[in-house]
């Protein structure tokens, strides 16, 4: 008897590895860059409407030279969300602004925006920084305070936002992204902000949004995409380590995720890989890295690609971020 396949698994893992996207990065940046990315973000499907973020600030205090405010702003019509913004507290003019993106970590902005982690490092090394949480994670957690909706289960609620935005017609990531840039437009008229040197940074499922964030918003002039450069093939369909959050329906229809860094060239971008990533391992990590290195080059700006290879595992190292972030929103 001949031995046939009865695995889905198996199915969609051979064809993952045999599928070549047909707007793969083929060697000609300027014709390839324009066309790309609108066909890419057409995938996120309808976004919200923008909206009057109504700011209203819960809580302000500083402490070991950081003034932390604590603000609910409308992101959409019918819903809300808490944003934080860390500013240096001896700060007198107007400072650069990084928009931070937190992980796939339950939560959320908290994690990076305290501590030793990004969101306040990057504000104590003198830049303004402002988060709020992706649906499904932190305030956003719909199982957790102030929400006390715990229907999934053990399921994710990425997937399931996922199937219900799909359903609509919208996509959860084109849906977190347009709330990123409700806060990004908000912290852009605050008076300690310039407006002209705004950047982003993320780690894992915040990589991608820190990623998608600059791929739709071009005030975002330099990117910091840290633990998030694999291939779908690998980490995706071999490894199952995605969620709704981090796709739109046919994505890899069109590109991959090295062509997705690529088509952020020529702006500056610091690519943080760690040696011991159990998500994203460092074999299809670097593979990933090389291919947006050749796109970079194609398109004249192999100056403005940075890596940092840390021995760490998944998560921010410092680094480089305090002088990548200073040399390229300096002025």
């Keep these: 008897m001949s031995r046939r396949n009865t695995s889905p698994y198996e ?30 973000l057409a995938t996120l499907g309808d976004s919200p409407a923008p909206v009057d973020p109504d700011p209203e600030l819960i809580a302000e205090l500083e402490y070991d ?8 702003i409308d992101v959409e019509d019918g819903l809300s969300a808490y944003a934080y913004v860390l500013r240096p507290a001896a700060a007198t003019e107007r ?23 990004y969101g306040r490092r990057m504000a104590a090394a003198g830049f303004v920084t402002f988060a709020i949480d992706w649906m499904g994670r932190g305030d956003l957690d719909d199982n957790s305070k102030p929400n006390h909706r715990a229907l999934a289960g053990s ?36 008076p300690y902000v310039d407006p002209h ?13 820190a990623l998608w964030s600059a791929l739709a918003d071009e005030r ?40 997705l860094q690529g ?8 690519v943080d890989i760690g040696l011991n990533d159990d998500c994203f391992r460092i074999e299809s990590a670097m593979a990933c890295h090389r291919q947006v290195r050749s796109i970079y080059e194609a398109a004249g700006a192999s100056d403005a690609l940075f890596l940092d290879l840390h021995p760490g595992g998944h998560g921010w190292q410092p680094g480089q971020s305090e002088q990548f972030f200073t040399d390229h929103l300096a002025r």
């Design 155 to 190: 399921r994710d609620w990425c997937n399931l936002y996922y199937l219900h935005a799909t359903m609509l017609g919208s996509t959860p990531l084109g849906m977190n992204l347009a709330h990123g840039r409700v806060l990004t437009d908000f912290v852009a008229t605050l």
């Design 197 to 209: 040197r705004l950047g982003v940074m993320g780690v894992s499922g915040g990589g991608t949004l």
């Design 263 to 270: 088509l952020l060239a020529p702006r500056p971008l610091l």
């Design 11 to 40: 199915l969609f893992l051979r064809t993952a590895r045999a599928h070549r996207p047909r707007m793969a990065f083929s060697g000609e940046f300027a014709e390839w860059q324009p066309a790309t990315r609108d066909a890419v």
């Design 95 to 117: 400072r650069p602004g990084i928009l931070c993106w937190a992980g796939h970590d339950g939560d959320g902005k908290n994690t990076i925006m305290a501590g030793d982690e």
């Design 220 to 259: 975002l002039r330099a990117i910091e995409i840290i633990c998030y450069s694999d291939l779908f093939a690998d980490f995706g369909y071999r490894d199952l380590n995605y969620c709704g959050l981090q796709i739109t329906p046919g994505l890899f229809g069109l590109v991959d995720v090295p062509d």
């Design 65 to 72: 030279g950081i003034v932390e405010q604590r603000w609910l």
